[in-house]
């Protein structure tokens, strides 16, 4: 058996800010993926890629990885690698859902561009 460290961070830290819209859409998501709250969560991450850069990346895990940081939001736990976290330190996942528009926004304060989408950004 192997031994994992993970480092579990309060919302109040500087990290990843979830908003209650965000949250009651990624429960319903996971029951309707059979995702255990318990074992899994969301993970949020960046990739290459996309109109302005980087690319917003988020699915959901059914475990940590090794080097994770996880962030607990009442029974939601929120998965970021260390490569990713250095571009969404600070960064708020909301939900919007609008006549015009619906999915989840990126509210991130490193971004120094990001495109008409709302997936893609520069740093």
């Known amino acids: 058996m192997s031994t ?5 961070d309060t919302p ?3 990290g990843i800010q979830v908003t209650e819209r965000a949250l009651k859409r990624i429960r319903m998501a996971m029951a309707k993926e059979g995702i255990s709250p318990a074992e899994g969560g969301v993970r949020l991450g960046i990739q290459g890629g996309g109109c302005s850069g980087l690319s917003y990346s988020l699915r959901f895990d059914t475990q940590p990885r090794e080097r994770d940081r996880i962030f607990q939001f009442e029974d939601v736990r ?3 690698d260390p490569k990713s976290f ?9 939900y919007e859902e609008t006549l015009l528009r619906q999915g989840f926004q990126f509210m991130n304060p490193n971004s120094s561009r990001s495109c008409g989408c709302g ?3 520069s740093a």
């Open 12 to 14: 109040a830290q500087k």
């Open 119 to 121: 997936s893609s950004f």
């Open 86 to 94: 250095l571009y969404l330190s600070g960064m708020t996942l909301d």
């Open 4 to 8: 994992q460290l993970h480092v579990l």
């Open 78 to 80: 929120v998965f970021v």
